[in-house]
């Protein structure tokens, strides 16, 4: 069972920049392509990124060239770089294997905003 949380969010002014940290337990984490996902206000949960195991990132919709993920195995954990943010970044950041076990944790909030 793998069990994943979330931190680093925080309120951020336009154009700034947020580390997110996805911290993982459980019996092989290390094998399952992890996804950082995120749901504004009103809308459903939707993926912004993924890292395979072998470290190949994908990027989905605007985040791409803004957001990096990553991920440091032997820590089991997993990172989301964002930079330039605008206030459509405003949401609740959730990490969740891909495709997504249907249990979620808490999330961590990202607000941007001046």
């Known amino acids: 069972q793998v069990q994943l949380v979330e931190s680093g969010g925080g309120l951020v002014q336009p154009g700034g920049s947020l580390r997110l940290t996805c911290e993982a337990s459980g019996v092989v984490s290390r094998l399952y392509t992890i996804g950082w996902y995120r749901q504004i206000l009103g809308n459903q949960r939707e993926l912004v990124a993924s890292?395979?195991?072998?470290?190949?990132?994908d990027y989905v919709g605007d985040v791409k060239g803004r957001f990096e993920i990553s991920r440091d195995n032997a820590k089991r954990t997993v990172y989301l770089e964002m930079k330039n943010l605008t206030l459509e970044d405003t949401a609740v950041y959730y990490c969740?294997?891909?495709?997504?076990?249907?249990?979620w944790g808490q999330g961590t909030q990202v607000t941007v905003s001046s």
């Open positions: 969740n294997t891909v495709p997504n076990r249907p249990t």
């Open positions: 890292i395979t195991t072998e470290g190949v990132p």
